[in-house]
């Protein structure tokens, strides 16, 4: 059994920044990648980056050069710090890993930019 808790979801004003982290634990497991995702309301799920078991990393335009993701590896934890934040960045953003045992989600964490 494998669970992935992610975090750091909070109310930001446009312009800041916000660094969000996901866990894995459970079961012995390799990772693959691992990304994040994000839904606002009335909108499809949309990748937002992801990180490969070699650091390889891709991104969605719209958050090319504000966003950047991360892992550590000997913690089975990668992180999205999310910097110059717009309204439109506003949206549940749910971790997701590709592991040797299968494919899991996180809960979600809210991230709202609002002034």
């Known amino acids: 059994q494998v669970q992935l808790v992610d975090s750091g979801g909070d109310l930001v004003q446009p312009g800041g920044s916000l660094r969000l982290s996901c866990a894995a634990s459970?079961?012995?497991?390799?990772?693959?990648?691992m990304d994040w995702y994000r839904q606002a309301p009335g909108k499809q799920r949309e990748l937002v980056a992801l990180?490969?078991?070699?650091?390889?990393?891709n991104y969605a335009d719209s958050v090319k050069g504000r966003f950047t993701i991360s892992r550590d590896n000997a913690e089975s934890t990668v992180y999205l710090q999310m910097n110059s934040l717009k309204p439109e960045d506003t949206a549940v953003y749910y971790c997701?890993?590709?592991?040797?045992?299968?494919?899991?989600w996180g809960q979600g964490t809210q991230v709202t930019v609002s002034s």
């Open positions: 990180i490969t078991s070699g650091g390889s990393t």
């Open positions: 459970g079961s012995a497991f390799s990772i693959y990648h």
């Open positions: 997701y890993a590709a592991l040797s045992v299968g494919g899991y």
